[in-house]
């Protein structure tokens, strides 16, 4: 014999506790309770017809909310924990590129608002591919909410045609880069940032995170926790990397100590601040590095100076992320001396990020003209 799907209670009921749409201060879920004397299916009963009044009330309640009110909401709630910089990509793409469905209805956008937002971009794919990405999540979010029916995200997102978007091709440190570098002419603390990204192979914010206390000379490694982020131009220290993967600790190789050992251990906190002793911001950050590369420049003998036929500078295009991909790349050439696995766990990234190049490197190094000439010899 079945068993009953609901348990009396101490008083002979059938007793159900539902939730009712709401929540309670906390933030938990608020639920009312249903009883029936005659049965469990009578119960059962109830629940369905209760549930399915939640549902229309739901529905009824979202009827009337803007798309930008709802948007807001999601960006706001859902997209809390993401680095500032996502979140001024996801509220751009609202404010700007969806603006001319702010005042529909959530329950009546179209996939053709979708497509259109995308059509008016069409000279700008990664444009493209951020509204497509925003406006997806919301419909996502939305259909999880029961705002909109499950069917929706089919219906809204299926069949978008969007431009064909190259991703800018990833490279290391050029020969004349690479010299530059060992020649320019840089204060201490300009030339500790340029190495740490060289020999550390870290993101920039969590180089410009770093403090004098995570650096262990004795044990030569230094320990990856922090970062630091822009909310504006105003800094930020976040007491954790871009993901778990990224705490960790580096190694410190010998010519990075002796490079910057004396300036770390002159320093009281965070070893990269303002010349007023503040944390850095994004206007000195940009300040510092275009100082670096302009010393850079001048280490290839280009003068800033010049007055007549004042040449282009020869170092151009260099950011603090080539240096990151610059370093994978030096170790993945000593592969199978060390593992991609490690090498990720150095970088504080997955192992596929580390694949892809080595692969490339295995690539460059392939002999296809040779390898088919032994393969078909007679």
């Known amino acids: 014999m079945a068993s009953t799907k609901y348990k009396k209670n101490k008083r002979g009921e059938y007793e159900a506790r539902i939730w009712d749409g709401t929540y309670n201060t906390d933030g938990s879920k608020h639920r009312k309770k249903l009883v029936s004397k005659k049965s469990s299916a009578d119960l059962e009963r109830r629940v369905s017809e ?23 909401e999601w960006l706001s709630v859902s997209k809390a924990s993401k680095e500032k910089k996502t979140q001024k990509t996801y509220q751009t793409v609202i404010e700007n590129y969806l603006s001319f469905i702010h005042d529909t209805p959530i329950t009546g956008i179209r996939q053709s608002h979708l497509q259109q937002a995308i059509n008016h971009n069409l000279n700008h ?11 997806s999540q919301i419909v996502r979010s939305a259909v999880r909410d029961r705002i909109l029916p499950q069917r929706a995200e089919f219906d809204l997102l299926a069949d978008i045609s969007l431009p064909k978007y190259i991703k800018r091709k990833r490279r290391a440190l050029t020969p004349l880069e690479r010299r530059a570098m060992f020649n ?15 020999y550390l192979g870290t993101r920039k914010g969590e180089a410009l995170a770093l403090s004098s206390s995570d650096f262990d000379f004795s044990a030569k ?23 778990e993967r990224g705490i960790r600790n580096i190694p410190l190789p010998d010519p990075l100590i002796s490079r910057i050992r004396a300036f770390v251990e002159s320093a009281d906190g965070f070893i990269f ?12 950050y940009r300040r510092m590095w275009d100082s670096i590369i302009t010393s850079l420049n001048v280490a290839t003998g280009w003068n800033p100076n010049a007055k007549k036929d004042k040449k282009p500078r020869p170092i151009t295009d ?7 991909h610059n370093y ?47 393969a078909f010899k007679t």
């Open 50 to 72: 209760f549930k399915r009044e939640v549902e229309d009330s739901r529905s009824c309640s979202f009827s009337n909310v803007t798309f930008r009110e709802y948007a807001k």
């Open 125 to 135: 794919p990664r444009t493209c591919k951020d509204i497509k990405s925003t406006f």
């Open 184 to 198: 320019a002419r840089l204060d201490d603390r300009k030339s500790a940032f340029l190495f740490i990204l060289y």
């Open 221 to 243: 490694t230094v320990s990856i926790s922090n970062v630091l982020v822009f909310d504006g131009n105003a800094p930020t220290v976040k007491p954790y990397p871009k993901s």
């Open 273 to 284: 601040r303002t010349q007023n002793g503040s944390l850095m911001t994004d206007t000195a």
């Open 318 to 324: 260099l950011t603090a992320h080539i240096f990151r």
């Open 328 to 374: 994978c790349t030096e170790l993945c050439y000593q592969i199978p001396k060390i593992s991609t696995k490690m090498i990720a766990s150095l970088l504080g990234d997955d192992e596929k990020m580390v694949l892809e190049v080595y692969s490339h490197i295995l690539a460059e190094k392939e002999d296809v003209a040779g390898a088919i000439r032994d």
